[in-house]
C-alpha cells in the first residue's frame, strides 16, 4: 500500500495563477482532510471531506475549492494564487470518526 | 479554536523521560485524546490515543486524569530522533479535527 500520496511535491506560482493539488488515498478510507501549514506554525484545516460526495469548510477555507473525486481522491484548487497561500499542504485521510489519521508527505508551495 | 492547549516548547535530556502535558478541558465524552508527531517538515505521524483509560504501545504512554480533562504523552526514554512537534488533538463527535501549535520538545545529548 502506498498510503497516502500528493502531487506535485514542489511548486511554484506567481501571483494569480490557479492550480490543483492532488490526494489520492489506498487505504479504502471515508474521510479525507486538506491541511495547511506555514513556517513554524501548527496545522490549520482546510477543508475536509467526511464521506464520498460531502465536503465542509474547515479553520481557512478562503480562497480554496475542493473536491471529493471519488473515494480515493481529494483535490485541492487554488483559482488565483496569493502570496499567503505559500505554505506546505498536507493531505490526510482517516478510516471511520475517532480514528488514526494518515498523511501524506506534503506539497510545498511558493507563491511569488 | 483549538479544544487543546499545549506548551510551545520544552526541552529533554537524553535517556530521561519527556512528560508533555495537554490540556483540553471542553472534551466531550465520545472523544478521544490522539497525540500525534511531527519530524523536521514530513506528515505528522501517529503515536498513541485513548478514550479514558491510560494506555501504552511501543513508542510511549498516555496518562489521561479521571475527570478527562487533562493528558501527557510520555516518552519513557528520550532519544535525539524524538525531537519534533507533538501535537495533542481531541476528536471523534465528528468529522473536524484541529491541531494547535503542538509543542516543539528538544532533545538534548
Known amino acids: 500500500n502506498a498510503g497516502v500520496t500528493q502531487t506535485p511535491k514542489f511548486q511554484v506560482l506567481k501571483t494569480g495563477q490557479s492550480m490543483t493539488l492532488q490526494c489520492a488515498q489506498d487505504m479504502n478510507h471515508n474521510s479525507m482532510y486538506w491541511y495547511r501549514q506555514d513556517p513554524g506554525m501548527g496545522l490549520r484545516l482546510i477543508y475536509y471531506s467526511a464521506s464520498e460526495g460531502t ?27 496569493a502570496p499567503s497561500q505559500t505554505s506546505v499542504y498536507f493531505c490526510a485521510s482517516i478510516r471511520d470518526m475517532a480514528e488514526t489519521q494518515y498523511f501524506g508527505p506534503g506539497t510545498r508551495l511558493l507563491v511569488l | ?30 472523544e478521544y485524546v490522539y497525540w500525534y508527531r511531527q519530524i523536521h517538515s514530513q506528515g505528522p505521524q501517529y503515536i498513541i490515543h485513548g478514550l479514558k483509560n491510560n494506555e501504552t504501545n511501543e513508542m510511549a504512554s498516555l496518562i489521561i486524569t479521571e475527570d478527562r480533562k487533562s493528558s501527557t504523552l510520555i516518552l519513557p526514554h528520550a532519544t535525539l530522533r524524538d525531537t519534533a512537534v ?21 532533545v538534548k545529548a
Open chain 1, 55 to 81: 465536503t465542509d469548510k474547515g479553520e481557512v477555507p478562503n480562497g480554496y475549492n475542493v473536491s471529493r473525486l471519488n473515494k480515493r481522491e481529494f483535490s485541492l484548487r487554488l483559482e488565483s494564487a
Open chain 2, 86 to 106: 507533538y501535537y495533542c488533538i481531541v476528536y471523534g463527535g465528528g468529522f473536524k479535527t484541529i491541531f494547535g501549535a503542538g509543542t516543539r520538545l528538544f
Open chain 2, 1 to 30: 479554536d483549538a479544544k487543546t492547549t499545549q506548551p510551545t516548547s520544552m526541552d529533554c535530556a537524553e535517556g530521561r523521560a519527556a512528560n508533555l502535558p495537554c490540556n483540553h478541558s471542553t472534551i466531550s465524552g465520545n
